[in-house]
């Protein structure tokens, strides 16, 4: 395939995947401090199916159209530059491995991209001054009853700083949130890949 042609495809998945991510996020489950839902499916699957960087783009799309959508863009914005960056890494590893073990430990490399770039920009923004009410309301409310519920962390809380500031929201923002959402998007995009990966295996037989 030429170059036009591959470039075409790449952004008719991303526009496809982009959508899907989205609406998908609307799929939650309400908690304090961040939503689990299946918004990340979308982009786990472009990543280890679609020719690159389809899966990078499609974190983006997520990141920018959710924070439109519900206006939390502190947490949406980064988060999607974490699965965007966690997209990569699965693409990486389904040259190496099957996808859908790709897809398990790209879900799980969340912990590290998605929970560490929210915690990574929260912090900063903390640190620096730059926050908003909303996002120190938020924070302080959030300390507390981390405190309140991990005693053994709360002095976390009386030493501010930024990394006390990036623990305490990569623990919460972890725990139960992005936990929860892993392991709802590692079941659901298994078997999507799985299912994927037979058809289109059948297809390449059947073509010959």
């Known amino acids: ?21 989205i609406v998908m996020t609307r799929l939650v ?3 304090h401090f961040g939503n689990p839902n299946l918004g990340s ?11 690159w960087p389809v899966g990078f783009i499609v974190g983006i799309i997520k990141g920018i159209g959710v924070s439109l959508w519900t206006g939390v863009w502190y947490i949406e914005l980064p988060a999607g ?6 997209a990569a890494f699965a693409y990486k590893l389904s040259k190496k491995i099957k996808a859908e073990y790709a897809v398990v430990a790209g879900q799980f490399s ?6 560490g770039m929210i915690a990574l920009f929260i912090a900063l923004m903390l640190a620096s001054g730059g926050a908003t009410p909303d996002m120190t309301a938020v924070f302080t409310s959030l300390s507390q009853r981390l ?11 009386e ?10 929201i990569w623990i919460a923002i972890s725990f139960p949130a992005v ?7 590692v079941i659901v995009a298994f078997v999507v890949v799985k299912v994927l990966g037979r058809r289109l295996s059948l297809q390449e037989y059947n073509s010959r």
């Open 41 to 51: 499916t979308p982009v786990i699957v472009a990543a280890v199916v679609c020719p």
């Open 81 to 86: 530059v974490g699965d965007a960056l966690m």
């Open 179 to 185: 936990t929860l959402s892993i392991i709802a998007n």
């Open 110 to 115: 969340r912990y590290i991209f998605t929970s």
């Open 159 to 168: 030493n501010p700083g930024f990394f006390a500031f990036f623990a305490i």
């Open 147 to 157: 405190s309140e519920s991990m005693p053994a962390l709360a002095f976390l809380s």
């Open 29 to 31: 489950v309400p908690l």
């Open 1 to 21: 395939m030429n170059s036009k042609g591959m470039s075409s495809r790449i952004i008719a998945y991303s526009g496809i995947f982009g959508a899907l991510a």
